[in-house]
């Protein structure tokens, strides 16, 4: 009689355990994940493994990648053109394949599109006014060392430019 009052007893809050620790698996998955993305972090440009087509090449440019919820990231840029002129721009960037309307419109684009593929690839594009201006790759290294983001389209002259940049993780 005890040993049976003993496993009912037992019984009940294995029950209680196994969701405890079931909630518990899913929150630690979600928090690797999201610790595990390898495109989170600060990048900075690597000008000599670069290539700007037309150039010139800015004097400096540092990306950094923030997890904003599922698929959503805050980009934060700081650039340095060849020139010494510096800009510094913030962004949200949705990768879920559908079309967002940029929240700062330039004059060179009002919407971008972005969806990823896997954990190190993701690609995008830019239009202006539903017409196509850029298209690009960034490609995280299985290393997770190094981001390479290749864009091709027009520049503000409408002329075509393309550009290999090469950032390495800091």
Do not use: C
Request: charged content about 25%; overall charge positive.
């Amino acid at each position: 009689m005890r040993i049976a009052t003993l496993y009912r007893v037992k019984e009940q809050p294995m029950k209680k355990y196994i969701g405890i620790a079931a909630v518990a698996i899913l929150a630690l998955a979600s928090s690797v994940w999201a610790q595990s993305d390898p495109l989170i972090g600060t990048w900075k440009l690597n000008l000599s493994k670069s290539v700007y087509d037309p150039g010139p090449a800015p004097q400096s440019l540092v990306h950094q990648y923030e997890s904003a919820g599922k698929d959503t990231y805050k980009n934060t840029r700081d650039l340095v053109d060849a020139n010494g002129k510096s800009s510094h721009r913030e962004l949200m960037l949705v990768f879920d394949g559908n079309e967002h309307p940029r929240a700062n419109p330039s004059s060179r684009m009002d919407a971008t599109m972005d969806r990823r593929f896997d954990a190190y690839n993701l690609e995008g594009m830019s239009m202006k006014d539903g017409k196509l201006i850029t298209v690009f790759m960034r490609s995280v290294s299985l290393d997770g060392k190094t981001l390479t983001f290749k864009t091709m389209g027009t520049n503000a002259e409408g002329k075509p430019f393309s550009r290999v940049e090469v950032f390495d993780k800091q």
